[in-house]
């Protein structure tokens, strides 16, 4: 076990924030059979726990942080007078999971700056799986973490295998004419149902990468973006690109494996 780091007080609150928010969402989740479901969209649905763990994410934050904005999945952004941070929040990331009884789902944070040229960047980030009870986080220009539930902590780095027939990748939102082309050419495919869980994954090293074509939101990718950088590996959208928040798709590896599943995405 490595010795423990120093870290900021961003990572501070944040932290607090995720632990506080995660024990609502454990309680609700052995409830799970009397929730009250509301339709958001035609695959995308919100629960009461959702709902509570924003409202509640947001008061926490913005206790810790009065100046600082909000961009949220279900509240949208609220700007601030300040204009220079902003907290990107996603308090239930794989609903779908949550709804289904499966633990695989997650709470993320992402604190976003704006510099002076109005260039974005991600200073630091958390992502925390409640019953799994396993939390990541990652400053910029500090380094990738992960504190297990015995708190044993241990730095991040991604996987270092450099041929694509041995990876194991997370794929969403992908037609079946590109699985169907992947599958022969990798070691196996998993679809977690979160991809904020996925990115904690590239960046540990379990996933070595992911590949998702549509869909992708900020709340999203902001938070596990860090992570997977901190870890030394690359984020970018379908054509190499850095607008992958606008493009809605991901591709992220490590620097070896990810021009691989660039081409291979390219040839279809």
């Known amino acids: 076990m490595m010795q423990r780091t120093a870290y900021s007080s961003n990572i501070t609150v944040m932290k607090s924030a ?9 309680r609700d989740f052995g409830e799970i059979e009397n929730l009250q479901v509301s339709r958001k969209g035609p695959a995308d649905f919100v629960t009461n726990a959702d709902l509570r763990a924003e409202k509640l994410l947001h008061k ?14 279900e509240g949208g952004e609220i700007s601030s007078d300040e204009g220079r941070y902003r907290w990107i929040v996603d308090p239930l990331d794989g609903t ?23 260039k ?38 991604v996987s270092g295998r450099r041929e694509l027939g041995d990876t194991l990748l997370n794929i969403g939102s992908i037609t079946p004419d590109i699985i169907g082309d992947l599958m022969p ?23 070595d990468g992911i590949i998702q074509l549509r869909g992708s939101k900020p709340w999203d990718i902001a938070a596990g973006k860090l992570l997977i950088e901190e870890a ?11 607008d992958y928040i606008e493009s809605a798709s991901l591709i992220s590896a490590n620097p070896i494996i990810h021009p691989q599943l660039l081409d291979a995405i390219k040839q279809k």
């Not at 995720?18 to 454990?26: D, E, S, T, W, Y």
């Not at 999971?97 to 993320?108: D, E, R, S, Y």
């Not at 030394?232 to 850095?242: A, F, H, K, Q, R």
């Open 18 to 26: 995720v632990q506080k928010v995660a024990k609502g969402l454990i």
């Open 60 to 73: 926490l934050l913005a206790e810790a942080r009065p100046s600082y904005g909000f961009l949220m999945e």
């Open 96 to 118: 779908n999971n949550f709804l289904h009884g499966f633990p695989m789902f997650a709470i993320a944070i992402a604190l976003e700056e704006t510099l002076s040229s109005g």
């Open 120 to 157: 974005k960047q991600i200073l630091a980030s958390i992502i925390h799986s409640p019953i799994l009870q396993e939390t990541f986080w990652a400053e910029k220009g500090k380094g990738a973490f992960a504190e297990d539930s015995y708190q044993r902590e241990r730095r991040l780095r």
């Open 185 to 207: 050419k990798i070691a196996g495919i998993r679809c977690l149902g979160s991809t904020c869980m996925a990115m904690a994954y590239v960046a540990a090293g379990r996933l």
């Open 232 to 242: 030394g590996g690359i984020v970018t959208n379908s054509n190499g690109g850095d």
